[in-house]
């Protein structure tokens, strides 16, 4: 073992060359990652939430040894990952939401086998390893199914088990259950728990967009937004943050226009939105100073002409935590 | 370090593995890459034979039907692929493995090899019977010799040009199917590139199928030395160098490649 922690980052930052025809600003650069300083403890599932663009399949792509850092430092497992990526490589691995890895004309077991290869696993403990995750996952049936022919769900399945098959010490997860219905993506949030809790030295680091996975799964947390790290902390501790402030949840009608004003109300500190389109409906979260807020809140409503449908005041949630720092919903 | 070794090897085969089982697990192969090219090699049998042309050009052009077997595995499946591994997600996951990524393209040249291999052994098998070939194989051992080399060098080359597109898009895909016809006339798939005359020839030297060609016609058939472009130990010495040019070159690209894309970010970018 060489350090406590799994992943440890100072002042990473990562910028892009942006295309000719895209050079708006004038320096033609994007920063995915903003000084980034993280540490992430062994045994530790972490997860990185934030909106599209965010930055976090940037740091998974550096931390991976698949892009470099344009300045700063990243470790993993207190091996640096620019100087000595072929160590870093012992003990990683990747699976990515979505993947489409692997050749169609293999089986599960034969695609499985493959990857486990370039990790040097021998054969018959592959097997094993293969027999068991796919009864874990309840994907036998499908041990002999060219990976051409599985569903997206059966297909992520596999990339997860892929992941864990050569037994990694850290394994970073990219949206892992991305586009997965809900029972599969249970599975799959119950497999990566029970991996982290009886193997006490093997650390997750997830990026999400579903805040109750997020909430559900993570021992930690980072909330990051433009490259920055905003904020890193339990789920819990999070939470307790917005103890004091009061998180109202109102329906409306379907509103489209003018929401931003909504922001402008005074004593209003954060607002977010989500359309329920089947329902016709609008949901409207404020945090805001204190309860006494809200009727400034409905006053700006009914001079809008909008019933209010239904009114609770909510115990916050991490959406509200996210929407309070990031000014904006996650679906916005 | 041996471990290191071992975790290699291993990889070679897995990744040669898909080529090799898989790729002919779907037995329509045997229409598309037996029949057609038998097809248009027959076609030219039958243009030299009308024109009384001798004995040999026979044997001369079901060996070349039988080599373009190779020559297409090389492009399609060498030169584009880590393009196309990359669009699918492979190459983030071959790049991620505590492996050297020249096992991963050499298992793709040996599985490559052996796919190739089955295929061309068809068409020269049918082909030879077919057309009833006369051969007159002078010197068994550098007929191995120069075949093997030739397959070096060529796989040697597909590795190059893998390396050479990884970060890049479509453009390599168009770059490789252009490719394709040129060399087909160049190497002297279906007619002695001597033909060519001496400096086009040396030039098209430079894929090695052309000198692996020649020198096998020169070594499998009765007549075959008076219609060999270079003496056939000079083909060997330069088939050799290129055998050792392609491979310490695609190394280095591959290293070359792999640093630009890493620095640019466009190691992972896909649907370019
Ligand atoms: N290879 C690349 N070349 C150019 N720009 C890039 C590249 N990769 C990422 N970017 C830019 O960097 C920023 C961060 O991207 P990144 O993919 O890390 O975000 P993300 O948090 O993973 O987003 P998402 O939730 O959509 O997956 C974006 O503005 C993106 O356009
Ligand atoms: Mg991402």
Redesign the interface.
């Known amino acids: 073992m060489l350090s406590d922690f799994a992943v440890e980052t100072l002042d990473l930052c990562r910028s892009?060359?942006l295309k000719k025809a895209k050079k708006e600003n004038n320096d033609g650069l994007v920063t995915a990652l903003d000084n980034v300083s993280l540490t992430i403890r062994k045994g530790e599932l972490f997860g990185l939430l934030g909106p599209n663009g965010a930055g976090k399949t940037t740091l998974i792509?550096i931390l991976?040894?698949?892009?470099?850092p344009t300045s700063g430092k990243a470790l993993v497992d207190g091996i640096d990952v620019v100087r000595h990526p072929?160590k870093v490589?012992?003990r990683?691995?990747?699976v990515?939401g979505g993947?489409?890895?692997?050749?169609g004309?293999?089986t599960v077991r034969?695609t499985l086998?493959?990857?486990s290869?370039?990790?040097?696993i021998p054969t018959r403990i592959v097997r094993e390893r293969i027999d068991h995750m796919l009864k874990l996952l309840d994907m036998e049936k499908f041990a002999r199914t060219k990976i051409g022919k599985l569903s997206s769900g059966m297909r992520q399945k596999m990339n997860i088990i892929r992941g864990f098959i050569c037994d990694p010490e850290i394994l970073f997860l990219d949206e892992p259950t991305l586009g997965l219905d809900v029972q599969i993506s249970r599975d799959v949030r119950k497999y990566i728990k029970r991996w982290v809790k009886e193997n006490t030295k093997k650390t997750v680091l997830l990026t999400t967009h579903y805040m109750a996975e997020a909430d559900e799964l993570c021992d930690r947390l980072a909330i990051i937004d433009q490259g920055k790290v905003l904020i890193c902390d339990s789920p819990s501790n999070l939470k307790k943050s917005l103890k004091r402030d009061a998180v109202f949840h109102i329906e409306v009608g379907l509103l489209t226009d003018g929401l931003d004003r909504f922001k402008a109300v005074s004593g209003v500190k954060s607002f977010a939105y989500e359309h329920r389109h089947h329902l016709g409906r609008t949901l409207l979260k404020f945090i805001l100073e204190d309860d006494s807020v809200i009727s400034n809140v409905t006053g700006t409503l009914s001079q809008n002409g909008s019933k209010i449908i239904t009114l609770s005041k909510v115990e916050p949630t991490l959406e509200d935590v996210f929407v309070s720092l990031v000014g904006k919903g996650l679906e916005q | 370090m041996k471990?290191d070794f071992?975790?290699n090897i291993?990889?070679i085969?897995?990744?040669a593995?898909?080529r090799v089982?898989?790729?002919n697990?779907?037995p329509s192969w045997v229409i598309s890459e037996t029949v057609l090219p038998l097809i248009s090699t027959a076609a030219f049998v039958y243009v030299y034979k009308a024109l009384n042309a001798p004995e040999e050009f026979t044997g001369f052009v079901v060996l070349g039907g039988a080599m373009s077997a190779y020559w297409m595995t090389v492009l399609w499946s060498m030169a584009a692929q880590f393009y196309w591994e990359k669009e699918?997600?492979?190459l983030?996951?071959?790049?991620?493995?505590?492996?050297s990524r020249m096992s991963i393209l050499l298992g793709m040249a040996s599985g490559g090899f052996v796919y190739a291999s089955v295929r061309a052994g068809s068409v020269f098998l049918l082909g030879s019977l077919i057309f009833k070939i006369d051969f007159g194989v002078i010197d068994f051992g550098r007929l191995f010799l120069i075949f093997i080399l030739c397959q070096f060098a060529l796989f040697g080359l597909g590795m190059l040009f893998s390396s050479l597109f990884m970060i890049y898009g479509r453009e390599a895909w168009h770059g490789v199917s252009l490719f394709q016809e040129p060399v087909y006339l160049l190497s002297g798939f279906y007619f002695p590139v001597k033909s060519l005359g001496f400096t086009l020839a040396l030039t098209a030297s430079l894929i090695p199928l052309t000198l692996g060609l020649d020198g096998m016609r020169q070594l499998a058939f009765k007549k075959g030395v008076e219609m060999g472009f270079l003496n056939i130990n000079l083909e060997i010495g330069i088939l050799a160098f290129l055998c050792v040019f392609f491979m310490v070159a695609s190394h280095y690209a591959l290293q070359f490649m792999e640093n630009l894309g890493?620095?640019?970010?466009r190691?992972?970018l896909r649907w370019q």
């Open positions: 892009f060359k792509k991976s040894t698949l892009l470099l072929e490589r012992k990683i691995n990747m990515t993947e489409t890895s692997g050749y004309i293999l034969e086998w493959m990857f290869q370039f990790y040097g | 471990t071992k975790t291993k990889a085969i897995a990744r593995y898909v089982v898989a790729g697990r779907e699918i997600g492979n983030d996951l071959y790049m991620i493995a505590p492996i890493k620095k640019t970010g190691l992972t």
